[in-house]
């Protein structure tokens, strides 16, 4: 059974870091891209970042790109998503997802993040 | 970047009804195209990918088509389960890109 657990969330300051963390289990984790997906409170939902399968290749949403850095450790089945520069626009809850062909077939429960003074 | 515009934002409808729930994009996008479902407070599920393929044990009331920039969801017999959220998504090419969400209420 594949399962996605995100860790990591919680109360950060503006300006402040925060590192995600996704333990997958239940697939080939390393022969398949990951991607981050983010939804703020009541609204629609954002894609983050997506690392390819070597860990190689990323993308970047731009209202992250340089202050977001998605990795993934393929000997401990696990994607991180380090966060720098925290603003408040940055509160939600990330979704790590399992990508299927640019779409994502599982996604795990969600860690919420909230940036407040 | 591609915009995808879905209609109507709410949709209040009954069990037994027939819905449809529509997605365009601003420019092409040929079949990369996926419809999620998501319940309040929980992930999102995949339902259907490049646009009418339904996802591994999705109920086949389920059902996607379109190609280009018009696309549409269809439940064909709406069940209690059924109400929820359903957002498209654009995987054509990056940024990848959500519509802004329908949620079906029970009328």
């Known amino acids: 059974e594949v399962q996605l657990v995100e860790s990591g969330g919680g109360l950060v300051q503006p300006g402040g870091s925060l590192r995600l963390s996704c333990a997958a289990s239940g697939f080939p984790f390393r022969s398949y891209g990951m991607s981050w997906v983010r939804q703020a409170p009541g609204k629609g939902l954002e894609w983050v970042a997506t690392?390819?399968?070597?860990?190689?290749?990323?993308h970047y949403a731009d209202s992250v790109k340089g202050r977001f850095t998605v990795s993934r450790d393929n000997s401990k089945n696990s994607l991180y998503l380090q966060m720098h520069s925290l603003r408040a626009e940055d509160t939600a809850v990330y979704y790590c997802?399992?990508?299927?062909?640019?779409?994502?077939?599982?996604w795990g429960q969600g860690t919420l993040v909230t940036v407040s003074s | 970047d591609i915009q995808m515009t879905q209609s109507p934002s709410t949709l209040s409808a009954s069990v037994g009804d027939r819905v449809s729930i529509t997605c365009r994009a601003s420019?092409?996008?040929?079949?990369?195209l996926a419809w999620y479902q998501q319940k309040p407070g929980k992930a999102p599920e995949l339902l259907i990918y490049k646009a009418s393929n339904l996802e591994d044990g999705v109920p086949s009331r389920f059902s996607g088509r379109g190609s280009g920039t018009e696309f549409t969801l269809t439940i064909s017999s709406l069940q209690a389960d059924d109400f929820a959220t359903y957002h498209c998504?654009?995987?054509?090419?990056?940024?990848?890109?959500f519509g802004q969400g329908t949620k079906l209420e029970n009328k």
């Open positions: 690392i390819f399968e070597s860990g190689g290749r990323t």
């Open positions: 420019q092409g996008i040929s079949n990369w």
């Open positions: 998504q654009q995987y054509h090419s990056y940024p990848y890109t």
């Open positions: 997802a399992k990508d299927h062909s640019g779409d994502w077939n599982f």
